[in-house]
């Protein structure tokens, strides 16, 4: 029996596959080791002999990964899937939403593009691009900072002690990974890439907020601060460039408002003959503006004054068919135009209430039913207590928008009673948005989404009137650092305390965008969570 060896020689190393290098490198940056064991034993092993003997074996396959900067590789991959899931993602809700809305029309002829200028491809191609830079940044500064700390390093942080310090900080690889963002400009500068810079903007200001509440900042804040603060301001500005600057408003959130506003917008009768003209809720709600910028005249009754010429200004004639039969005590020409059949203010308000709830109830009943979908085993495990909470979701958020929309129009008849003519004749329809915003209030502990969602359309707008009426100039690639900030806040917050970031799937996609995988840092983490994370939950 021989004898055993003092030094034993290291294990021989696989025999090399005669696999073309090219299909090597193809695999390498399209599946993980594991992945391809997993491919190999599902498909490959059962292949024709040809096909088995070109593929090489996993563990060569693993071997090279071992071998290799298997990072880089991974982010490779994961860009190229990126890239392929949004592109297919964005040609199938192209087709969907052709033939959702197109209803019978027939379609139209886009003009042709190559594949490379469509606005899919390019903004698959950036999506893509800030995950590529992104891990890649990352993993540099990560592994410089490493370097940084060592002794090794010490002459060069005492040449360079501000560098030094800079590079060395715990949030420095997530400040600078956050540049990938300038890869958005990728994407050709129109309203979906502002649309993301605002999005953006608004969730790192979100966080931060969540992350000084953790710190113990907001102690001591009142019992009525809320999120729902910044929903007054919001429907205030919403509304002013609804009436003033409609095309700086999204049109979405105003064809909501028209559907759901049955009193105060004066539908054409049946019984009016189709030959005559009617205004439309447009014509009517710019003839509203033009009341404004009047100084709110009085209202000239037709049928009081039969003699007069003229009972309506020159630019107010197209309002004529609503306000020639209005009720001759109304003594506004606004309240003629919004409720000509009723020359009582109050009435028609609480009529607005009494007939638009049922219609709202009705469409959030549906939208918060399919919402609730996903949580289905809670309604089978605790079926009375989901369904009252789902229950009170419904007319909590039925009752804030009735009122909001109400209160908004309401106002306009309220300011005609109270205010002088000349009064802020303008800014009132700020000032009625604001008071319909404060309705938030009954939704504070549930909706700061929904109030999110609309301080978003606010700045949107605001912007847009703002470039109008030239209060200011847009930079070029303005966006683009606005974009770049959020996204460095968000890292640097997600950092310091993962529990700021809003939601698990949230945190799971900065762990996915670091190349840390979809992991949930939070997880585990004490902390109370105080009315940010709670206002946070819809």
Not at 107 to 130: A, D, E, G
Not at 379 to 397: G, Q
Not at 486 to 514: C, H, P, S, T, W
Not at 515 to 529: F, P, S, T
Request: glycine share 6%; proline share 9%; net charge positive.
């Amino acid at each position: 029996m021989a004898s055993a060896e003092p030094y034993p020689s290291p294990p021989p190393s696989p025999v090399p596959s005669q696999a073309d290098p090219i299909l090597r490198n193809v695999l390498r940056y399209t599946v993980s080791a594991k992945e391809y064991k997993a491919l190999h034993d599902c498909l490959i092993r059962r292949s024709p002999p040809a096909v088995r003997k070109r593929a090489p074996p996993p563990a060569h396959v693993k071997s090279i990964a071992e071998a290799s900067d298997e990072h880089n590789a991974a982010a490779i991959r994961a860009s190229w899937r990126v890239f392929i899931a949004s592109q297919t993602g964005l040609q199938i809700w192209d087709r969907i939403t052709a033939r959702l809305f197109r209803r019978g029309k027939p379609p139209k002829n886009l003009p042709k593009t190559s594949v490379f200028r469509s606005p899919n491809f390019r903004l698959s191609l950036s999506i893509s691009l800030i995950l590529l830079l992104h891990r890649i940044l990352f993993r540099f500064l990560t592994r410089l900072r490493g370097n940084l700390v060592n002794k090794d390093a010490d002459p060069f942080r005492r040449r360079n002690p501000q560098i030094a310090r800079a590079l060395t900080s715990r949030l420095a690889p997530a400040a600078g990974a956050s540049l990938a963002g300038f890869a958005l400009g990728v994407y050709p500068a129109d309203q979906l890439r502002l649309t993301i810079a605002i999005y953006f903007a608004t969730r790192a200001a979100e966080y931060a907020y969540n992350f000084f509440e953790n710190e113990g900042w907001f102690r001591n804040k009142p019992w009525w601060w809320g999120s729902w603060m910044m929903m007054p301001l919001a429907t205030g500005q919403l509304l002013h460039a609804f009436v003033f600057d409609r095309d700086c408003f999204p049109k979405a959130y105003g064809d909501f408002i028209l559907s759901y506003t049955p009193n105060y917008l004066q539908r054409r009768p049946t019984a009016y003959p189709p030959s005559l003209p009617w205004p439309q809720p447009d014509v009517i709600v710019d003839s509203l503006a033009t009341m404004s910028r009047l100084n709110w005249p009085p209202f000239i009754s037709p049928m009081l004054f039969p003699n007069n010429p003229s009972p309506l200004p020159s630019t107010l004639t197209s309002i004529s068919p609503i306000t020639s039969p209005a009720h001759p005590s109304i003594p506004h020409l606004s309240c003629a135009l919004l409720h000509p059949s009723n020359p009582s203010c109050s009435e028609t308000f609480l009529t607005y209430i009494l007939t638009a709830f049922p219609p709202l109830a009705k469409f959030f009943a549906l939208v918060f039913s399919l919402f609730s979908l996903p949580r289905y085993r809670s309604y089978l495990s605790s079926p009375f207590k989901e369904t009252n909470m789902l229950a009170k979701r419904i007319l909590r958020m039925t009752l804030f928008i009735t009122m909001a929309i109400g209160t908004s129009w309401g106002s306009i008849c309220f300011f005609a009673n109270t205010f002088p003519r000349h009064f802020l004749p303008t800014q009132r329809w700020f000032l009625g948005g604001f008071l319909g915003g404060l309705w938030a209030f009954l939704e504070r502990k549930g909706g700061r989404s929904n109030f999110l969602y609309s301080v978003r359309l606010s700045i949107d707008s605001s912007w847009k009137v703002g470039k109008k009426r030239g209060w200011w100039k847009g930079i070029k690639g303005g966006d683009l650092g606005v974009f770049v900030a959020g996204l460095m806040v968000i890292n640097m917050i997600y950092e310091r305390d993962a529990r700021a970031v809003q939601g698990g799937l949230v945190r799971k996609g900065v762990g996915f965008l670091r190349g840390e995988g979809l992991v949930d840092r939070a997880v585990g983490i004490r902390g109370d969570k105080g009315e940010g994370e709670k206002d946070r939950v819809d």
